[in-house]
């Protein structure tokens, strides 16, 4: 069964930068689709982006575009979460999670995915 853990959270003052590492388990890590999604304090999970099998095809949500950078290393089973440009607003936890048989359709919603990590918290002070 596949597991993910998300690693690199921290505390970041407004206008610094974090990545965010996912590790998987599994063999099979390159048949999955990956998605970062976040949540904060009272507030619904909300997508931050996704990335293909491959990672030759990235999706980000209006909020981080332009920010934030999705990545993946198949070689290490390891998808990342370049952030850059932080804005207090972007305080969660930040989770990642994984499908085989995501579209571009469903990629950000968080009820398709199977495979979820416990998350990592991402604080960004003004």
């Known amino acids: 069964q596949v597991q993910l853990v998300e690693s690199g959270g921290g505390l970041v003052q407004a206008g610094g930068s974090l990545r965010l590492s996912c590790a998987a388990s599994?063999?099979?890590?390159?048949?999955?689709?990956m998605g970062w999604f976040r949540q904060a304090p009272g507030k619904e999970r909300e997508f931050v982006g996704a990335i293909s099998r491959s990672g030759g095809r990235t999706y980000y949500a209006d909020s981080v575009k332009g920010r934030f950078t999705i990545s993946r290393d198949n070689a290490k089973n390891t998808v990342y979460l370049q952030m850059n440009s932080l804005k207090p607003e972007d305080t969660a936890v930040y989770y990642c999670?994984?499908?085989?048989?995501?579209?571009?359709?469903?990629?950000?919603?968080?009820?398709?995915?199977?495979?979820w990590g416990q998350g990592t918290q991402v604080t960004v002070s003004s």
């Open positions: 599994g063999r099979t890590f390159s048949s999955y689709g």
């Open positions: 999670a994984g499908d085989r048989f995501l579209t571009v359709q469903n990629l950000g919603v968080a009820n398709e995915y199977d495979y």
